[in-house]
């Protein structure tokens, strides 16, 4: 299904105001990344790296938005306080 969204409504730390056409890319997932809230710092870097723009403000943490979430696990990797998680579909 094609659903248009934009990047202004996903994330905050986004400059893009332009509509972007985005492709189901939940559907490619074979893993998906899980936020420890504690060890959260609210930084946003999760945010800014994720290549489909999914990680959604929720005001104190950030949480991945699984209709656009596409597992690449990018998040994981660039969160400095080791926050995120990837783990398999079906686990969590
Ligand atoms: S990068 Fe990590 S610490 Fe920063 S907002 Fe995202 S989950 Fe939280
Ligand atoms: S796993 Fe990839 S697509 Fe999903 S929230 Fe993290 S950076 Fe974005």
């Not at 696990?73 to 783990?87: D, L, Y």
Request: glycine letters at 8%.
């Amino acid at each position: 299904m094609l659903r248009p969204f934009q990047f202004k409504e996903e994330a905050g730390w986004s400059h893009a105001d332009q509509l972007l056409l985005c492709l189901d890319t939940g559907s490619w997932r074979t893993v998906h990344p899980v936020v420890d809230n504690d060890k959260c710092s609210y930084c946003g870097f999760c945010s800014l790296y994720c290549p489909v723009q999914c990680m959604a403000n929720k005001g104190d943490h950030f949480e991945p938005n699984l209709t656009y979430c596409k597992g690449c696990g990018i998040c994981a990797r660039e969160c400095p306080r080791k926050a995120i998680a990837m783990e398999k579909e079906g686990d969590s």
